[in-house]
């Protein structure tokens, strides 16, 4: 089992910065990836951007040139820096991690862009 713990969530105007950040425990040995979903309400959740081990990254489009994933392996940690906020980034960001190909999820956080 992987554990995950997210937090940075909240509320910013449009054009503001967030930063999340989700911390990952028990078994995170060979952890495949890790990365962000979002949902917002009354829609599906979507891929924001994901990290693979070898550092290799991959965005939606949306969120390319604005939006940035970093992960620092040592303390099992992933971070998503979110720059120029639009009201359409409103959602609820989960973290994920991948391993063996089972998909662990964290309680998710509530981003709000408004002003």
């Known amino acids: 089992q992987v554990q995950l713990v997210e937090s940075g969530g909240g509320l910013v105007q449009p054009g503001g910065s967030l930063r999340l950040s989700c911390a990952a425990s028990?078994?995170?040995?060979?952890?495949?990836?890790m990365g962000w979903y979002r949902q917002a309400q009354g829609k599906q959740r979507d891929l924001v951007a994901i990290?693979?081990?070898?550092?290799?990254?991959k965005y939606a489009d949306s969120v390319k040139g604005r939006f940035t994933i970093s992960r620092d392996n040592g303390q099992n940690t992933v971070a998503l820096q979110m720059n120029s906020l639009k009201p359409e980034d409103t959602a609820v960001y989960y973290c994920?991690?991948?391993?063996?190909?089972?998909?662990?999820w964290g309680q998710g956080t509530q981003v709000t862009v408004s002003s």
């Open positions: 990290i693979i081990r070898d550092g290799t990254t």
């Open positions: 028990g078994s995170i040995f060979s952890i495949y990836s």
């Open positions: 994920n991690a991948r391993r063996d190909f089972t998909d662990y």
